[in-house]
C-alpha cells in the first residue's frame, strides 16, 4: 500500500472513530448549588443491579467495560423524580474486551494511575441531582441518541470527579412502578478533560499526532432503587 492509499486509510479510521463517539454529548457547566428538596417518598439504589458502562476511544479501536455504585438515595415527590445523589466505587473499574488477564490488568492498572482517574487518591466519585425535566419528545432529535432507549426526562446533576465538579444535562427512561423505580440512558458522552483526565489528549498535547486517546468518554447508567421510607422530610 503506497503513501496516498495509508493516507485514505488512517483519515477513514479517524473519521469512524469520531462517528462513534459523536453522539449526545452532555452539556458541561459550572456546578449548581443545591436547594432544599420536601419528598414523601426515598429510594435506595440497589447497587446489585445497577450498573455504569464506559467506553473510551482511540483511533486504533475502544475499550469498554463498567463501573459499580457504591451507594445512593433518590427523593421523589408525588410520583416524580425530584433529587438525590449516588457515590460511584472508582476502584471498581473492570475492563470487559481484553481477554488476556496481563493486558487487562495492565489496562485497568492504568486506568486507576494517575495518568487516569488517581483512584487511591479520588476512590469515590458523587454524583448530586440538581433538576429534573420532562421531555417534549417532539423537541428531541432520536437520531442523536446512541441506543434504543426512548428518554422521557432531562436530568441536570453536580459530578463530582477527582478534583472537579461539573454540572452536565444528560438524557434517561425513568420508570416509576410503585415501589420500584428505574432509570436508563442511551450512550452520552462527557469531555474526561472537563475533569481533570489529561492523558492522552489531543487537544491539550498537540504533538501526540495519531497517539492519542478521544476526550469524549462513552457513559451509560442502569439504576435500579427501592422505595425505603415513606415519610415526608425537607433536605
Not at 486504533?60 to 455504585?69: D, L, M, N, Q, Y
Not at 486507576?112 to 425535566?133: G, Q, R
Request: aromatic letters at 10%; a negative charge.
Amino acid at each position: 500500500m503506497n503513501f496516498f492509499w495509508k493516507t485514505i486509510a488512517f483519515a477513514i479510521i479517524i473519521a469512524l472513530v469520531s462517528c462513534v463517539s459523536g453522539g449526545k454529548k452532555t452539556e458541561t457547566k459550572d456546578a449548581e448549588e443545591v436547594g432544599s428538596i420536601k419528598y414523601d417518598q426515598i429510594h435506595e439504589i440497589n447497587t446489585d443491579l445497577s450498573i455504569i458502562t464506559w467506553e473510551g476511544f482511540k483511533p486504533t479501536g475502544t475499550h469498554v467495560g463498567t463501573i459499580a455504585f457504591k451507594n445512593g438515595e433518590l427523593m421523589f415527590w408525588e410520583g416524580t423524580l425530584i433529587g438525590g445523589s449516588f457515590t460511584i466505587d472508582m476502584l471498581s473499574i473492570v475492563n470487559d474486551d481484553l481477554t488476556d488477564p496481563e493486558m487487562n490488568a495492565k489496562l485497568v492498572n492504568h486506568l486507576l494511575s494517575s495518568d487516569f482517574f488517581e483512584a487511591e487518591t479520588y476512590p469515590e466519585a458523587m454524583f448530586e441531582i440538581t433538576k429534573v425535566v420532562e421531555i417534549d419528545l417532539t423537541q428531541v432529535d432520536l437520531s442523536k441518541e446512541k441506543g434504543d432507549i426512548i428518554p422521557t426526562h432531562a436530568i441536570s446533576g453536580n459530578l463530582t470527579l477527582k478534583d472537579v465538579t461539573k454540572n452536565l444535562t444528560f438524557h434517561a427512561n425513568l420508570s416509576l412502578n410503585g415501589s420500584d423505580f428505574s432509570a436508563q440512558t442511551n450512550q452520552f458522552f462527557i469531555d474526561r478533560v472537563d475533569w481533570n483526565v489529561r492523558y492522552g489528549s489531543k487537544k491539550l498535547f498537540a504533538e501526540l499526532k495519531d497517539n492519542f486517546i478521544n476526550d469524549e468518554m462513552g457513559i451509560s447508567i442502569n439504576l435500579v432503587s427501592k422505595e425505603v421510607d415513606n415519610e415526608t422530610e425537607s433536605n
